[in-house]
C-alpha cells in the first residue's frame, strides 16, 4: 500500500481542458467549489461571461505565442525581447501594464515568427532568471486552452501561496494521481473530464504544447511542399554528387599529375645522382692516376738518384785506386831506381 501511495504521489496528469472546480482540486476528483472564487470562475463559465477572443489588444499567432509570468516589476521590454531573442527570432512582444499607473503586472506575451522557436523557449526558458526573478513560461491558454477563464475571474493555474487559491492542472502545479476512488459519474453530470487513470506522468516529463490542427488543403499544400523539397532535394542531391565526382576527378587527376611530377622528379634526382658518382669515380680515377704517375716519378727519380751516387761512388772508387796504383808504381820505380843505383860499384865510379 505505500508502494503504491508513493507511486501516486510522483505521478501527475495535465489538464487539456479547462474547468474551474477541477482546477481547485488537487488530484482533478472534487465536485463542488470549495471557494467563492471558484464558484465566481463556475458561473463564469456557465453563462458565458468571459469570452477569450474579445480582447482587442491580442493580436498574433497563438501556436507562435508564448506566455511569460511572474517577472520583475523593473524588467521593461527591452530586457525581455533581449532575452527572448536567445530562443529565436521575436515578432512581437506585450508586457501587460496597469491602466491607471502603467506599472508593469509581472506577466507578458511574447510571439515568435515560427511555431518550432516558441517550442524552443517553451522547453528551455522555463524557471531561468530575468533581473533576479524565476521565471515560468507557457503557452498560449487564454486562445488555446478549452474553457480558459482568467485569474482576475476566480480561474486561471499555479498560485504561489499554499493558503491563497491555488489551481491545479497546469505545467507547474499538475493534479496528482488520486488516492480515493473517482467519482466517474458526478464529474460526467459535471462535464468534468476524469483523471486518465493508467496514464499518468512523471513529474519530471513536460507536457508538450498544443499544435495547429492542420486541413485536407493544408496538408495537400504540405505534402507538395515537401515533395518538391524532396524534390529538390534530389536534385541537389544528384548535382552534388556529380559535383562530388568532378571533384574526386579532378583531384584523382591532380594526384596523378602530382605522382608523375614526382617520378619524374625521382628519375632526375636518380640521373643527378648517377651523375654525381660518375663525375666522382672519374675524379677518383684521375686522382688516382695522378697519384700512380707521382709514385713512379718519385720511384724512377730515386732509381736516377741512387744510380747517379754508386756511379760516382764507383768513380770515387776507381780513382782512388788508380791514385793508390800510381803511388805504389812511383814507389816500385823509386825503389827499383835506389837498387840500380845501389848495385854499382865504387871502382866503376
Not at 493544408?218 to 529538390?232: A, I, L, P
Not at 654525381?276 to 727519380?301: G, L, M, P, T
Request: net charge positive; charged share 40%.
Amino acid at each position: 500500500m505505500e508502494k503504491m501511495r508513493a507511486r501516486n504521489l510522483n505521478s501527475v496528469f495535465y489538464a487539456e481542458s479547462y474547468h474551474p472546480i477541477q482546477a481547485g482540486s488537487i488530484d482533478g476528483t472534487d465536485v463542488l467549489p470549495h471557494d467563492n472564487a471558484i464558484y465566481r470562475a463556475h458561473l463564469c463559465s456557465s453563462i458565458g461571461l468571459y469570452d477569450p477572443f474579445g480582447d482587442p489588444k491580442i493580436i498574433g499567432d497563438p501556436y507562435c505565442t508564448l506566455f511569460v509570468g511572474r517577472l520583475s516589476r523593473l524588467t521593461s521590454e527591452d530586457t525581455l525581447r533581449k532575452v527572448m531573442s536567445k530562443y529565436g527570432r521575436v515578432k512581437n512582444l506585450r508586457l501587460v501594464r496597469d491602466i491607471v499607473t502603467g506599472a508593469s503586472r509581472g506577466y507578458a506575451f511574447v510571439e515568435f515568427e515560427t511555431e518550432r522557436e516558441m517550442q524552443r523557449a517553451y522547453m528551455d526558458a522555463h524557471h531561468s532568471y530575468i533581473d533576479d526573478c524565476e521565471i515560468i513560461v507557457d503557452y498560449n491558454r487564454q486562445q488555446l486552452m478549452p474553457g480558459w477563464i482568467p485569474r482576475r475571474l476566480g480561474g486561471g493555474l499555479s498560485g504561489k501561496k499554499e493558503s491563497g487559491q491555488l489551481r491545479f492542472g497546469g505545467r507547474e502545479k499538475p493534479f496528482r494521481a488520486p488516492l480515493k476512488p473517482i467519482p466517474y459519474e458526478e464529474l460526467k453530470k459535471l462535464g468534468i473530464p476524469p483523471p486518465p487513470e493508467g496514464r499518468y506522468m512523471s513529474r519530471f516529463q513536460v507536457p508538450s504544447p498544443p499544435r495547429r490542427e492542420r486541413d485536407l488543403s493544408d496538408r495537400e499544400e504540405g505534402s507538395h511542399r515537401r515533395s518538391s523539397k524532396d524534390k529538390n532535394r534530389t536534385e541537389d542531391a544528384l548535382k552534388s554528387s556529380a559535383d562530388t565526382e568532378e571533384e574526386h576527378y579532378r583531384r584523382s587527376s591532380s594526384h596523378r599529375d602530382d605522382e608523375e611530377r614526382h617520378y619524374r622528379r625521382s628519375l632526375s634526382y636518380r640521373e643527378d645522382e648517377e651523375g654525381h658518382y660518375r663525375r666522382s669515380s672519374s675524379h677518383q680515377e684521375d686522382h688516382s692516376r695522378k697519384r700512380r704517375s707521382s709514385e713512379r716519378k718519385e720511384e724512377k727519380a730515386s732509381h736516377y738518384h741512387h744510380r747517379g751516387s754508386s756511379e760516382k761512388e764507383h768513380r770515387y772508387r776507381s780513382s782512388e785506386s788508380e791514385k793508390h796504383s800510381r803511388k805504389r808504381k812511383e814507389r816500385a820505380e823509386h825503389s827499383h831506381r835506389r837498387e840500380k843505383y845501389s848495385r854499382r860499384s865504387p871502382n866503376e865510379d
